[in-house]
T-cell receptor, first 113, second 116 residues
Framework: DAKTTQPNSMESNEEEPVHLPCNHS???????IHWYRQLPSQGPEYVIH???SNVNNRMASLAIAEDRKSSTLILHRATLRDAAVYYC??????????????FGTGTLLAVQP | NAGVTQTPKFQVLKTGQSMTLQCAQD?????MSWYRQDPGMGLRLIHY???????DQGEVPNGYNVSRSTTEDFPLRLLSAAPSQTSVYFC???????????????FGSGTRLTVV
């Protein structure tokens, strides 16, 4: 599985945008970029995923570099409830059912009031 | 629609005891999996199943057994608990009969297991 690299931790102020980076220089053409987050004492929660184009949903936006070697998760207005560990994960789109979700250590986001 | 339900939420075992962690989902998801999470680490895959009657090993399968007799349930069995199995266990499920861009994984809220 291709590896991702994320900063161990980041800080943000409430109501400001947050850009969480992820490097994946060995990404293959069939790898999807997934983001999950884990709030304290909870299970991970799906945030967003994409392949080549930028993606938006109600939780966040995903900006994917043109060469796909990096991506950025964007929280448009951070709230205290967004304080969590954010995981950037590559998942091969081939083979569907048998492909696994392999977690790294993620980025711990702290949000200051 | 309850999502993924894990029971129990907390459990203390003595070394050598056996137990089963339960996981049930009501979303008709074909894929189910078990992860463990240790302090300061990401989640590690233990076992997974792509459908009833089919299971396979993940990264850290030793000491754990699984079976999948129904689509809804995916229990994780510890046959002889060891202190190294002290961890938080998460069950996750996903649909597999739709394109990847449609769905992510749904996780349960976890079982915190302590083996003394």
């Amino acid at each position: 599985d291709a590896k991702t690299t994320q900063p161990n931790s980041m800080e943000s102020n409430e109501e400001e945008p947050v850009h969480l980076p992820c490097n994946h220089s060995t990404i293959s053409g069939t790898d999807y970029i997934h983001w999950y987050r884990q709030l304290p004492s909870q299970g991970p929660e799906y945030v967003i995923h994409g392949l080549t184009s930028n993606v938006n949903n109600r939780m966040a936006s995903l900006a994917i570099a043109e060469d796909r070697k990096s991506s950025t998760l964007i929280l448009h207005r951070a709230t205290l409830r967004d304080a969590a560990v954010y995981y950037c994960i590559l998942r091969d789109g081939r083979g569907g059912a048998t492909n696994k979700l392999i977690f790294g250590t993620g980025t711990l986001l702290a949000v200051q009031p | 629609n309850a999502g993924v339900t894990q029971t129990p939420k907390f459990q203390v075992l003595k070394t050598g005891q056996s137990m089963t962690l339960q996981c049930a989902q009501d979303m008709n998801h074909e894929y189910m999996s078990w992860y463990r999470q240790d302090p300061g680490m990401g989640l590690r895959l233990i076992h997974y199943s792509v459908g009833a009657g089919i299971t396979d090993q993940g990264e850290v399968p030793n000491g754990y057994n699984v079976s999948r007799s129904t689509t809804e349930d995916f229990p994780l069995r510890l046959l002889s608990a060891a202190p190294s199995q002290t961890s938080v266990y998460f069950c996750a499920s996903r649909r597999t009969t739709v394109p990847m861009w449609d769905y992510g994984y749904t996780f349960g809220s976890g079982t915190r297991l302590t083996v003394v």
